[in-house]
């Protein structure tokens, strides 16, 4: 073969073999490593998700912890952190980075939850030994006194719903329910036809956690039930409709909690009462419920039982309501207040 002067032989162009945890291509070993760390991530989630079927958890809360942990996954990801690796540091510097962003404490403290609800699971299947996230903190919360109507507001606000139409026999009966069993938005769209029992003036209701407890009802709220559901309800859903949800939209749907605010709201602007009380939430109507039982003389434990609160912690914010309204009167009335 002829070779040019001074110049070395053709060689074949050939690359040694890569050593395990070298590159052999920008960034190509590091996506290997990614793509195996978010395989456990993603096996981690599923489990919890498989455990939170098992034990009958909420749709709503199942799906809310999926999206809180996929975001700590990828940020466990970026940083080479398998579910095993975390560790408390870790999700202090998460949290952290959550402040960073200027989120509210009470995302920060939901997102560290469904931390510490997945690190339960790892641990429970023998995954990993401790929950790295049972140690840290949640950020604190502002603990703002809830929104309540006065009574007379609250009954300025549902004698101004008419009675005539589907849609406000339907809205009547759902928000003097709402105030009467001090209902959260969600508990009220999911009532079905055989929650009510008129005989025991009392209403079957689902609450947080798929817990079920039996509410009084007053006469004007059943009153109101009875008259939509024999003169309102069936124009809005077809008596042969499948549908058993007490509530349906003029579809014959079941309500969604936004049907739910947006009708409140509207009332509220109709009655006069949103430019004395402002914004008015189904939640509003809840705190006006325990609050006016405390008012009454109810005490803190029954009220408890009646709002389907797990823990007194939730309940006891109402004591606060009633301070507020003493120091208010205090200010008023005392000379050297």
Request: aromatic content about 4%; hydrophobic content about 40%; some cysteine.
């Amino acid at each position: 073969m002829t070779t040019v002067a001074g110049a070395e032989p053709a060689r074949a162009k050939t690359q040694a073999p890569a050593r395990a945890g070298t590159r052999t291509r920008a960034g190509g070993y590091k996506e290997r490593c990614d793509e195996a760390i978010a395989r456990t991530w993603r096996e981690a989630i599923e489990l919890l998700r498989d455990d939170q079927t098992r034990r009958d958890m909420a749709p709503r809360t199942v799906r809310a912890y999926r999206t809180d942990l996929d975001q700590f996954a990828a940020w466990a990801d970026a940083r080479g952190l398998r579910p095993a690796d975390v560790a408390p540091k870790d999700v202090r510097a998460y949290v952290a980075a959550l402040s960073e962003r200027e989120l509210a404490p009470s995302t920060s403290a939901r997102k560290l939850a469904a931390l510490r609800a997945l690190f339960n699971s790892q641990r429970e299947h023998g995954l990993v030994a401790q929950n790295p996230a049972e140690l840290v903190s949640a950020p604190k919360r502002a603990r703002n006194l809830p929104r309540v109507l006065k009574a007379r507001e609250a009954a300025a606000l549902l004698d101004a719903i008419p009675a005539r139409e589907p849609l406000q026999l339907r809205d009547r009966a759902m928000f003097e329910l709402a105030y009467a069993c001090g209902l959260r938005a969600q508990e009220l769209v999911s009532l079905g036809l055989g929650d009510v029992d008129h005989d025991a003036e009392q209403v079957r209701v689902e609450g947080k956690g798929r817990k079920t407890r039996f509410v009084p009802a007053g006469e004007p709220a059943l009153k109101a039930l009875g008259e939509y559901v024999q003169r309102g309800r069936p124009q809005l859903a077809e008596p042969a409709s499948e549908e058993r949800a007490l509530f349906v939209s003029k579809t014959g749907r079941r309500l969604g909690t936004s049907d739910v605010r947006r009708r409140l709201r509207g009332w509220a602007r109709h009655s006069g009462v949103e430019s004395t009380a402002g914004a008015i939430s189904p939640h509003a109507l809840r705190h006006s419920y325990a609050t006016h039982l405390l008012d009454g003389g109810a005490d803190l434990r029954s009220i408890q039982e009646l709002l389907g609160h797990a823990s007194m912690s939730s309940t006891q914010i109402y004591t606060r309501v009633e301070s507020a309204k003493l120091k208010s009167a205090y200010a008023r009335s005392h000379p050297r207040a």
